[in-house]
């Protein structure tokens, strides 16, 4: 499948809300549990970093009739002695998985921060359990730099951790 990625647009928050509540009811893929999206939050993130001067980068994967497939975001820290770290997240929507959508993302938004100088280090957390996005990263050239032991406590009261992941530019 052709998979083509451009910047994110504000008409894109309510389905970008849609795919991610979607995603968040099954545990051990994101953080957030799906009553803590709200459709304004990515709104105001994708004007934040798509906003000419780019503060980071929010892009959507689409696919032949250019529905939208899954979105990616690169966003600085806000502190100035760790701006230089950019944090990212990834969410191929349901339905879309494991046809190559994650992979064109994550080729999207290394080679945007390659060619970034503001960009010297991309963190993200992922879930122990959660093998395919690891061996997504790791792919990308990402490390493991640590473990966050019962990091997420699931809704059954079982516990998650999260492995740190960086990819050093
Ligand atoms: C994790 C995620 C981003 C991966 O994207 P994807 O589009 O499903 O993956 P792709 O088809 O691009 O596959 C990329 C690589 O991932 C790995 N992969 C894919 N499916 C896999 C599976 N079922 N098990 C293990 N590894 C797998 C492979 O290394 C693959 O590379 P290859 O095709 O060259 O062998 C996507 O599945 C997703 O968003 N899942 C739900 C939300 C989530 O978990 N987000 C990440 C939170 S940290």
Request: net charge positive; charged share 25%; proline share 4%.
């Amino acid at each position: 499948m052709t998979v083509r990625i451009r910047a994110a647009t504000v008409g894109d928050a309510s389905a970008l809300y849609a795919a991610e509540r979607e995603t968040a009811k099954t545990p051990g893929f994101l953080v957030s549990r799906p009553n803590e999206l709200h459709t304004a939050a990515f709104a105001a993130r994708i004007a934040e970093l798509e906003a000419p001067g780019h503060r980071g980068r929010y892009v959507v994967a689409t696919g032949p009739q250019s529905e939208v497939l899954g979105h990616a975001l690169l966003e600085p820290m806000s502190l100035a002695a760790i701006s230089h770290i950019f944090r990212l997240t990834i969410v191929v929507h349901p339905g879309h998985t494991d046809r190559g959508v994650g992979r064109a993302l994550m080729s999207d938004i290394v080679a945007w921060a390659s060619s970034d100088h503001r960009v010297e280090k991309i963190e993200l957390l992922v879930r122990a359990t959660n093998e395919r996005a690891i061996q997504l990263y790791r792919k990308f050239g990402f490390v493991e730099e640590g473990r966050f032991i019962k990091r997420i406590k699931l809704q059954d009261g079982r516990y998650l951790d999260d492995i740190a992941m960086a990819l050093h530019l």
